[in-house]
């Protein structure tokens, strides 16, 4: 079976090498010409762990290959991804029309019977909209040929996302037809062997699960920020509640980690996308609506907790910031926390020296005022405080004492709760974190 797997960024790349390692032939194609190159070259786009293994593996025993022709991409395989930017919008919607172009561009290539699915997180009714726009190629040309669509959100995380392919929770395909149902199956049929539950309904269904997912996760986050609010008025800790809530299996433990609130490629795109298609329909989701004004108010509360860690004022102050991606093991900076973090700071008249091990080059594109540093000792050289923003493993672990005698004063701000405040003070520093 030939696969073609359109736009070859995270989930893309990642899609394509994955499939190819299941044993399918998988051309990945993109319109960005730099990135096809560098793949050609053997070079990796992005930051992910593994990636640049499976995708050498692959290319080498030839089941893996990269192209700018998407027309020709289509005309060789009886599968397609969608993998393409769903951005959003000004109003909150989600700008659509990456996949518009890409359903065009099938429709005109159209040579025979194909699946078309899509893997972009895209609004209820968005691969309708894809079956329409290649059905209206194909009449303007005056052909005939049979496609079926279909909706396979993808979960995974950037960080993990090999292993989230390869050993996902579930998956989740909606499709009207038997012949799109029965593809699916061959495709995904190693995952099916190894019995992982897959969850087959129709596309609306599946569509609206990918929000549904990113919503809970992000309702979990923004629950335990103001938990974790609550906590620093009443000298509470927000990881014995975190832990006494989680321990209960029907919580349950993961995303209830206080800090600057979520960022990323995902969740606040797509939290506002359901509120606003919600919205659109008549249907308001309160708690998404709130949990987004939750998570708005979380980031500025922590640059004001870092305000109020040198002095009230941040006129003059040098800030050091420890990483930068909206999460580790990423370069990913979209809607990271550090960037509005970074900017209130700046605005408050903050010089900021800045350190992250794989993001710097992209925050260099959004934050160009920031001094980028070699590591995070040089962050921290003559800096009034040190924040740490994101929980990279290199940070837990600092040399404490060395980051102390860099410091102009011995201040840290732990937006992660990586450190223990107990031993942070007896290591000689003002020690301030989120929800202790
Ligand atoms: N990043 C994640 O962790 C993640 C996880 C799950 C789902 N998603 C969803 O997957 C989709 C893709 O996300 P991403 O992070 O991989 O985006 P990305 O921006 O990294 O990659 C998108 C790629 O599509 C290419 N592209 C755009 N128009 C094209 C066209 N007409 N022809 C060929 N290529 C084209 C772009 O050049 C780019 O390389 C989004 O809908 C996103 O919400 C992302």
């Known amino acids: 079976m ?17 499939f190819a390692e299941f044993g399918v032939k998988v051309i990945c194609a993109d319109r960005d010409e730099s990135k096809i190159e560098m793949l050609e070259r053997g070079e ?62 099938i429709g005109q290539a159209m040579n025979g019977y194909k699946l078309v699915v899509t893997k972009s997180t895209v609004p209820v009714g968005t691969s309708y909209r894809v079956r329409d726009l290649i059905q209206a190629e194909i009449d303007g040309a005056g052909g005939e040929v049979d496609f079926s669509v279909a909706s396979n959100p993808e979960f995974l995380r950037e960080g993990a996302a090999i292993r989230d ?26 995952l099916f062997l190894n019995e992982t539950p897959f969850v087959l309904t129709n596309i609306a269904t599946a569509e609206l699960t990918k929000y549904a997912a990113n919503a809970f996760l992000a309702t979990k986050i923004s629950f335990i920020n103001e938990f974790a609010n609550l906590c ?25 980690h206080a800090g600057p609130g979520f960022g990323g490629s995902c969740f606040p795109k797509d939290t506002r996308s359901a509120a606003f298609f919600a919205r659109e329909k008549g249907q308001n ?71 992250d091990p794989v993001a ?31 929980e990279w493993n290199q940070f837990r672990m600092l040399d404490l004492e060395r980051v102390r005698q860099k410091l102009r004063r011995p201040v840290v701000v732990d937006l992660r709760n990586v ?10 520093f003002e020690y301030h974190s989120v929800g202790r």
């Open 165 to 190: 392919f390869m050993r996902p929770d579930r998956i989740v395909i909606g499709a009207d037809d038997e012949a799109a149902l029965a593809i699916m199956k061959d495709l995904y049929r190693p």
């Open 360 to 390: 710097m080059r992209e925050a260099a594109k959004l934050l160009p005022d920031l001094t980028y540093c070699k590591d995070s000792y040089e962050a921290c050289e003559n800096a009034d405080v040190v924040v740490i923003v994101t």
């Open 232 to 256: 620093e008025e009443i000298g509470g800790d927000i990881q014995g509640l975190a832990r006494g809530i989680g321990l209960d299996g029907r919580i349950g433990k993961k995303f209830l």
């Open 44 to 105: 990796i786009p992005i930051y992910e762990p593994g990636l640049d293994d499976l995708v050498e593996r692959n290319v080498r025993e030839g089941r893996l290959s990269f192209t700018t022709d998407t027309a020709s991409a289509i005309r060789s395989s009886l599968v397609i991804f969608i993998a393409v930017g769903t951005p959003p919008r000004e109003d909150g919607g989600t700008d659509l029309s990456y996949v518009d172009g890409v359903a065009g561009e």
């Open 285 to 355: 989701l309160e708690v998404v609506e709130a949990v987004i004004r939750v998570n708005d108010r979380q980031r500025e509360r922590m640059v004001e907790k870092i305000r109020a860690a040198v002095g009230g004022d941040l006129s003059g102050k040098t800030v050091g910031m420890l990483g930068l991606s909206f999460k580790p093991e990423t370069d990913d900076m979209r809607d990271a926390p550090a960037i509005e973090i970074a900017n209130g700071l700046a605005a408050g008249g903050a010089v900021i020296r800045a350190f």
């Open 2 to 18: 030939n696969v073609c797997v359109i736009g070859t960024g995270y989930v893309g790349l990642v899609t394509g090498a994955c």
């Open 419 to 428: 450190y223990e405040p107990k031993s942070m003070q007896e290591a000689g």
